[in-house]
């Protein structure tokens, strides 16, 4: 027989909202459970250097996620490594089903599962993936050492990512469908500052090229957007840095969302359609996609969740107020 456990309060996602969500809960005294998923800490644990978390001229992504979960757990927020699979909001307690059989009942859930890298949807991407196609240059950096690569995308991430490859490659070759990028301008500076990076613009990447046996990329065509003219850039890596898309697959149909599976939220608020469930983080914000702005929004999040339980229990939120 597989365990249920019921708690008044539950964190799915373990990222700046999840955990600075279960830090407020904690301090209402709502003893909330976080389940962590698959990546611990979520995104900022693929980062490198993050420059914009006030209190931290410099930190290391994963460094940061560790001193969160660290807090959320000194002020009393149980974390659990668990990864939920199915998720029922047709009723209450609302309940959560995890891969390892387990199960979870709560009162109220904030839901902080974030966003996950998007793919070009090319058949040869797929054929490659894990074999020098990648969507994480942290993690996959270093097996590029001596080698030519290519990065796609003109954000923040994009940027990120080719500075950092150049750590490890000898040429990194940005390629976007653009003639401007949208990363921040101090990134953008030091883009152009790197001897070692090229910048494709106006260009899509069609095709990655490579061999199959033993499988490994040797280039890519790309086209340009105006004259459909294509070329080959040889490359032993494609990293793919496009952007986000909210993980919101396990509330699918239960929620209202925005096109793109954005969960609605009323506005000023972290109350989605179904009463008792919030939503905080990149899995509900399209616009502004920070660690802060997130950590902000599990904040809300444990208020508006405190707020609605202490409704329902004929209290009042007066003390979370006061926190
Ligand atoms: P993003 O800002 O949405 O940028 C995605 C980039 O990929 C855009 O340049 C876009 O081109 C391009 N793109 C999208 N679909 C494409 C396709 N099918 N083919 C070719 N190019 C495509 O995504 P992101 O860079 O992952 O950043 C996400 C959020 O996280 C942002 O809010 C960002 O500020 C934040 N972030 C912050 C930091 C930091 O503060 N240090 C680091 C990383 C990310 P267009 O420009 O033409 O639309």
């Known amino acids: 027989m597989t365990e249920t456990r019921h ?40 980062t490198t250097e993050v420059e914009n978390w006030p209190g931290e001229v410099s930190i290391q992504g994963p460094e940061l996620m560790q ?34 059989g387990a199960a979870f009942t709560a009162d109220a859930l904030i839901l902080a599962t974030g966003a996950q890298a998007k793919w070009l949807g090319l058949p040869s991407e797929e054929r490659f993936k894990g074999f020098g196609v990648s969507a994480c240059a942290t993690c996959d950096g270093f097996f590029y050492r001596g080698k030519e690569v290519v990065v796609v995308g003109g954000g923040n991430t994009a940027v990120e990512e080719a500075l950092f490859l150049t750590n490890f490659a000898t040429r990194v070759t940005l390629v976007h469908r653009r003639d401007s990028l949208r ?41 340009d957007v105006a004259t459909g003219e294509t070329r080959v850039i040889p490359c032993a890596g494609l990293f793919v840095a496009i952007g986000h898309a909210p993980a919101s697959e396990l509330v699918q149909g239960q929620l209202e969302m925005h096109h793109g599976g954005y969960v609605k939220v009323e506005p000023g608020s972290t109350r989605t359609s ?17 660690a802060v702005t997130s950590a902000g929004m599990g904040c809300m999040a444990a208020l508006d969740a405190e707020k609605f339980l202490a409704a329902e229990a004929g209290g009042s939120a007066a003390g979370l107020a006061a926190q």
């Open 183 to 223: 990363a921040e301008r101090i990134l953008q500076e030091r883009l152009f500052r790197n001897p070692k990076i090229t910048v494709v613009w106006n260009h899509v990447v069609e095709e990655v090229l490579g061999e199959q046996a033993p499988p490994g990329v040797t280039g890519v065509r790309v086209a």
């Open 274 to 290: 179904v009463p008792g469930v919030f939503a905080a983080g990149d899995l509900t914000d399209h616009v502004y996609r920070q």
């Open 7 to 46: 708690t008044r309060l539950l964190i799915i996602g373990s990222g700046p909202a999840g955990y600075t969500a279960a830090i407020y809960g904690a301090r209402a005294m709502l003893s909330p459970i976080l389940l962590q998923g698959m990546q611990p800490g979520g995104q900022l644990t693929i």
């Open 67 to 100: 001193k969160m979960e660290h807090h959320a757990r000194e002020m009393g927020a149980e974390i659990i490594v668990e990864h939920v699979v199915a998720l029922d909001l047709s009723r209450r307690p609302f309940r959560a089903e995890c891969d390892s």
